[in-house]
């Protein structure tokens, strides 16, 4: 009877428990208890390549006992004798394959020729999926696939903007069967090409970019049972599709290199993203990205670097050393997001960050505090707000020295950033600093209001009466816009002290607040 020696990919996809119930594995299979450890570590720590591990070689056991196959494959767990780093596993156990005659097995295609060119016997078991199980679930209009250990497989089927939940099955999906949707992408990141990545590895989670899919793989504890999302986009668009002004086709492509694209989830900002980037490369500008994870479907002319597979430095250098007229930016979340993107513009480099937001001024506020006021406009000169799939608002911002809306006395000029609907252009916000506080407020021009209600009213009385009298108060509302009136001798304590206390308002009411002299 032959022998064998398996490596971690057999086990981790589970080849090597289908070879021995199909015959093609008669004799003694040997497998490290190094390799056994490092699945038993990593299954601790809730990691998922562990935990998938860990139940293969279960399996794996259960499989010659039930089946009776003990007469024909025996199972050795053997010391290595040393101690091994994870990534010398697999290279030890082609070493003990070659020096004892033994075959190696593998499913990794890069592991194979390693053993061929260093003249070890070895049985290859890796095997072409033309289409995944995780793939199967997806119908012709279904934009994300969701499937929980105990439940039925649902969907979200449409387009953004419009779309409702369906059910995708009857039965109920069990631990085993999302195990082996997870095994079966483990194995497919394993292999060498670009059409399968994990693109985030952590304890307990895994993100892997399959084709066009976005998966996301939840396991116990940090979620009650095993979970996985699925994600594709369903719209690709060009630019044109979206119907912009020649005006804002005109500045994309001319003048804007400071771009933020903002929007709820689901709000469509990607889709645009991946539209402004083939934009560009059609006109002749070399485009690049940053994603986490690189999910976006583009030409193979874009260059797509993962923020996940190196540091933020070796991006930086990367991007500043190959010099491209844009970037784009997709998912900024921390602080270092933030300060790369900073960076890099500042470098001259053109950008294009994508963040989420609920209003379009939102996505500039995220800047505040990160950087010096001043520097914003540098920074950012164009917002491209989102919602269901289509633009909805352009701001355009520059800055100016003038005394900010509201107030009257001239030594109280400043800079001011003016936060300008492109189209109209309308001031719609000004930016300032007043003492130590920075202002982000409403200047739109409205149509003479009515009376707020009487909880609002209430409301902000309460919180403006340690600084003005409540009977000197005069609110309306304008569209939305509650505008409060004070006398002039109350306005400059009101602007530094009281409109903290009305941005705490301002976010719990969901309503925006001007505040002027009367």
Not at 23 to 37: D, N, P, Y
Not at 98 to 108: F, H, I, L, P
Not at 231 to 236: M, Q
Not at 474 to 484: A, K, Q, S, T, V
Request: aromatic share 6%; charged share 30%; net charge neutral.
């Amino acid at each position: 009877m032959d022998k064998y020696v398996a490596d971690s990919s057999v086990v981790l996809d589970g080849t090597l428990k289908e070879a021995v119930v199909a015959g093609k594995v008669r004799g003694t299979v040997f497998i490290l208890s190094e390799l056994v450890e490092y699945f038993s570590q990593l299954a601790r720590s809730g990691d998922g390549v562990g935990v998938v591990g860990m139940e293969e070689l279960r399996d794996l056991y259960d499989v010659v006992d039930k089946l009776g196959l003990g007469d024909f494959v025996k199972i050795e767990v053997v010391p290595a004798g040393r101690r091994l780093e994870p990534g010398e596993l697999d290279a030890y156990a082609r070493r003990l394959a070659k020096e004892n005659g033994y075959v190696y097995v593998t499913s990794d295609e890069l592991a194979r020729d390693t053993a061929v060119v260093e003249g070890v016997e070895v049985l290859y078991l890796g095997r072409t999926r033309d289409v995944l199980a995780i793939e199967k679930f997806f119908g012709p209009d279904v934009m994300s696939v969701h499937l929980k250990e105990g439940l039925p497989p649902f969907g979200k089927a449409g387009r953004p903007g419009s779309w409702r939940i369906v059910q995708l099955s009857e039965e109920p999906l069990t631990r085993k069967q999302l195990e082996a949707v997870v095994r079966e992408l483990i194995s497919e990141a394993s292999r060498l090409g670009p059409r399968t990545k994990i693109e985030i590895r952590r304890p307990h989670s895994l993100i892997i970019q399959h084709k066009e899919y976005r998966i996301v793989i939840v396991f116990p504890p940090v979620s009650e049972r095993l979970e996985i999302t699925a994600t594709r986009p369903v719209v690709r668009k060009r630019i044109e599709d979206y119907g912009l002004d020649p005006r804002v086709l005109e500045r994309l492509e001319k003048s804007a290199e400071g771009i933020l694209i903002a929007g709820a989830p689901g709000a469509g900002k990607t889709t645009f993203a991946q539209a402004l980037a083939e934009f560009y490369l059609s006109k002749g500008r070399v485009v690049k990205t940053v994603e986490s994870p690189r999910d976006m479907v583009l030409s193979p002319a874009i260059t797509q670097l993962s923020k996940n597979l190196a540091t933020s430095e070796e991006i930086h250098d990367l991007l500043l050393l190959s010099r491209p007229d844009y970037t784009i930016f997709d998912e900024m979340r921390d602080t270092a997001d933030f300060q790369l993107y900073v960076d890099l513009r500042l470098a001259g480099v053109g950008m294009v960050g994508v963040v989420h937001a609920t209003s379009p001024i939102d996505a500039i506020q995220r800047f505040i505090r990160r950087v010096e006021l001043g520097m914003i406009p540098s920074i950012i000169d164009t917002v491209i707000f989102m919602r269901d799939g289509e633009v909805r608002k352009i701001y355009a911002l520059s800055m100016v020295v003038k005394v900010p809306a509201g107030m009257r006395e001239e030594d109280l000029a400043r800079p001011v950033i003016l936060v300008k609907d492109f189209l109209t252009d309308e001031v719609e916000y000004e930016i300032y600093v007043f003492g130590e506080e920075t202002f982000v407020v409403p200047v739109k021009r409205a149509e003479e209001g009515r009376a707020p209600s009487r909880k609002i009213y209430s409301m902000v009385v309460s919180a403006l009466k340690r600084y003005v009298p409540p009977s000197e108060i005069r609110l309306e509302e304008r569209d939305g816009l509650i505008l409060i009136k004070v006398p002039e001798e109350y306005l400059g304590v009101v602007l530094s002290r009281g409109v903290s206390k009305l941005e705490k308002l301002r976010r719990k009411l969901s309503v925006d607040f001007r505040i002027e002299a009367r």
